[in-house]
């Protein structure tokens, strides 16, 4: 049965970087798009950010284009969400999660019903 866990998580000033890891066990990430969502205090949940099985065509919503990079590890089994010029109104839960399909649906308007596995979250702050 596949497991995320996030890691990387944590405070930072307004301008500032953080790189998210989520790692997988119990199954390859070879057959599963990945995709990043995050939830912040009283709003729904939204994604973030998505990459294909194949590591190709990575997806982003507008707000994030350009400042996240999102990226896999196949040796390792883990996914990557590097954030760059972070926001205050950034400061959420952010999620890992996976599904079994080969890409991945537009990040800007998917719901978190299109994926199946998700880890328990970290808490991203961005604040002075």
């Known amino acids: 049965q596949l497991q995320l866990v996030e890691s990387g998580g944590g405070w930072v000033q307004p301008g500032g970087s953080l790189k998210l890891s989520c790692a997988a066990s119990g199954t390859d990430l070879d057959y599963y798009t990945i995709a990043w969502f995050r939830q912040a205090p009283g709003k729904e949940r939204e994604g973030v950010s998505c990459?294909?099985?194949?590591?190709?065509?990575?997806n982003y919503i507008d707000d994030v284009k350009a400042r996240f990079t999102i990226s896999r590890d196949r040796a390792l089994n883990t996914v990557y969400l590097q954030m760059n010029s972070l926001k205050p109104e950034e400061t959420a839960v952010y999620y890992c999660?996976?599904?079994?399909?080969?890409?991945?649906?537009?990040?800007?308007?998917?719901?978190?019903?299109?994926?199946?596995?998700w880890g328990q979250g970290i808490q991203v702050t961005v604040s002075s």
């Open positions: 990459i294909s099985a194949n590591g190709r065509h990575p």
């Open positions: 999660t996976a599904a079994r399909r080969f890409l991945c649906p537009d990040m800007s308007l998917a719901g978190p019903n299109l994926f199946d596995s």
